[in-house]
């Protein structure tokens, strides 16, 4: 595993930006990039950072940058082609934006994402990364987790390395996620429409257990608690032993990074090395994050 980096750089970009520093939030996962305002554009020199501290840290957070959704949107292009995602119901007027909302009388219900998992890991191409912006966000409580999957991979057990090394994974998204997925009380909340029935989602999809990350050559885990079913050529039954064991070890704390957010900050993902939980502690208080998602080549 490569050891952990200096955790604070400074370097200068382009006049629009100026200089910006990153500070590491924990050993394995997440940064912080601080000195860029985004509103006021992106230059191909700050792209170029962006695109380099997220491949390095997997989650960068950018504080109170009050985002537009064209600014959203062009900070989400900086990482790939924007996707259309099958399932949730995006915005009335712009089909590349779900809103993540939980509203103040939503009490006793689930959240969206409140189960360690990567973003529609049952598409052929699943999205290569996300970009989350908060709008309103409780004073405490509602933060997102997120677990670094090459940590996770690293530091393996030698019988489960020798399982994901030598059998893809079966991902499926019906009927939201798999007979393991959450009950129906702790799924998403009513804010939030989820169609059924769709084709790309209601199918059997492989994907290799194990990726390797073009941006930095890391091996990473990628199975995913909601929607993997099954090992490929294992049972059902045989499988859900290992899976358990394997998610067991890929949530560990000394894995993950906590972000408390702001209204105005903007956080960006690697969907594919890193699982993340929406926390839901925040009964009685609205919460709304705009997320969009871009794709790159499939994960290999
Ligand atoms: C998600 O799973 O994309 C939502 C994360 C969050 O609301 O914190």
Redesign the pocket.
């Known amino acids: 595993m490569d050891p952990p980096q200096a955790s604070t750089r400074t370097t200068k970009s382009s006049s629009i930006n100026h200089m910006f520093e990153i500070k590491k939030l924990t050993g394995f996962v997440g940064a912080e990039m601080r000195g860029p305002n985004l509103a006021k554009g992106i230059d191909e020199a700050m792209a170029h950072a962006l695109r380099e501290a997220l491949a390095v840290h997997h989650m960068i957070v950018l504080r109170g940058q009050q985002l537009s959704l064209d600014g959203q949107k062009s900070l989400n292009s900086v990482f790939g082609p924007a996707m259309r995602l099958p399932y949730v119901k995006p915005l009335d007027d712009d089909p590349e934006v779900i809103a993540?909302l939980k509203e103040a009388h939503e009490v006793n219900t689930g959240v969206?994402?409140g189960e360690w998992h990567s973003?529609f890991s049952f598409l052929e191409n699943p999205p290569a990364g996300?970009v989350?912006n908060a709008i309103e966000v409780p004073e405490v409580g509602g933060d997102?987790v997120w677990s670094s999957q090459a940590a996770a991979y690293a530091s393996l057990p030698r019988n489960l390395k020798a399982i994901v090394d030598h059998h893809k994974a079966v991902h499926v998204g019906a009927p939201y996620g798999v007979k393991h997925a959450p009950p129906k009380e702790d799924q998403a909340n009513g804010s939030i429409q989820m169609s059924r029935g769709d084709p790309n989602a209601d199918r059997e999809i492989l994907h290799p257990s194990v990726i390797t990350d073009p941006a930095s050559g890391a091996k990473a885990l990628f199975l995913n608690p909601i929607y993997t079913t099954r090992f490929d050529g294992i049972s059902d039954n045989e499988s859900r032993p290992i899976l358990d064991a394997i998610y067991k070890h890929a949530t560990r704390p000394d894995f993950s990074c906590r972000l408390r957010w702001q209204p105005g900050d903007v956080a960006v993902w690697n969907n594919r090395t890193t699982l993340?939980y929406?926390t839901n502690d925040y009964d009685g208080t609205r919460r709304l994050?705009y997320?969009t998602t871009y794709s790159a080549a499939p994960p290999a």
């Open positions: 993540v969206f994402g973003d996300s989350l997102t993340h929406a994050l997320r």
